[in-house]
């Protein structure tokens, strides 16, 4: 399978605790982005990278979130102190940008976080 | 700032045509995605609008308005399996800002 993909699938933290989310985006795309989504809402923007720069962070991210592609290929996204209002599903997205491309996202099947 | 507007739910029938609308006011356009979001999983691309008027793929046919905000998504043939969210999605200096969708449901 030569989609994206996200590890892990589903994690139930306790408020307080650190919890890090990877996603491999399909190997040719140079953008990666990561959102959030709950329930009833549409996918909301945090962050999204081009190669392995990060190009813009959401304001409404709080300095908790952190995220990184240091390679350019795969990425993290790092949540410190987890909060019960960051329970949502973590969305990862990779495309590829330049002349003649749409730079229509292709999404993973997002990590489910519940936080107790 | 980003506002995008679409209807929360639609129904309709099977084999019947749907049209879902969406508006927008941005800072910027680039451009304008429809994705499409089965319950529990990930959006998949449907289509994207750069310049007015209407793109046809298939059954799924989207149209633009620059001038007015105004884009909406054209469902033909409509089959169970149509049952899903549309996502409206706005696209500036390469990231897309998403409306929360319209849930529709097709019935027998």
């Known amino acids: 399978d030569t989609g994206v993909s996200q590890n892990p699938r589903h994690k139930i933290t306790k408020r307080g605790q650190n919890v890090t989310f990877r996603c491999d985006p399909i190997s040719e795309h140079n953008r990666l982005y990561w959102y959030r989504q709950t329930l009833g809402q549409g996918p909301e923007f945090l962050t999204y990278f081009q190669n392995e720069a990060q190009l813009e962070k959401s304001r409404l991210l709080s300095d908790r979130f952190s995220a990184e592609r240091p390679k350019g290929s795969f990425s993290t996204l790092e949540i410190q102190r987890t909060e019960q209002g960051d329970s949502a599903m973590y969305l990862c997205?990779?495309?590829?940008?330049?002349?003649?491309?749409?730079?229509?996202?292709?999404f993973g099947p997002g990590t489910r976080l519940t936080v107790l | 700032g980003q506002n995008i507007d679409q209807p929360t739910e639609m129904t309709a029938t099977e084999g019947a045509i749907v049209q879902i609308n969406c508006t927008y006011q941005?800072?910027?356009?680039?451009?304008l995605f429809w994705y499409q979001q089965h319950a529990g999983e990930a959006p998949t691309f449907l289509s994207y609008n750069v310049l007015d008027g209407l793109e046809e793929k298939g059954r799924f046919s989207s149209f633009l308005s620059r001038s007015k905000g105004y884009s909406y998504l054209l469902l033909k043939e409509l089959q169970m399996k149509d049952s899903a969210s549309y996502l409206c999605?706005?696209?500036?200096?390469?990231?897309?800002?998403f409306g929360d969708g319209t849930t529709l449901t097709v019935k027998p």
């Open positions: 941005t800072s910027g356009f680039n451009g």
């Open positions: 999605a706005v696209s500036l200096a390469g990231k897309s800002t």
């Open positions: 997205a990779s495309s590829l940008s330049g002349s003649g491309t749409y730079n229509e996202q292709f």
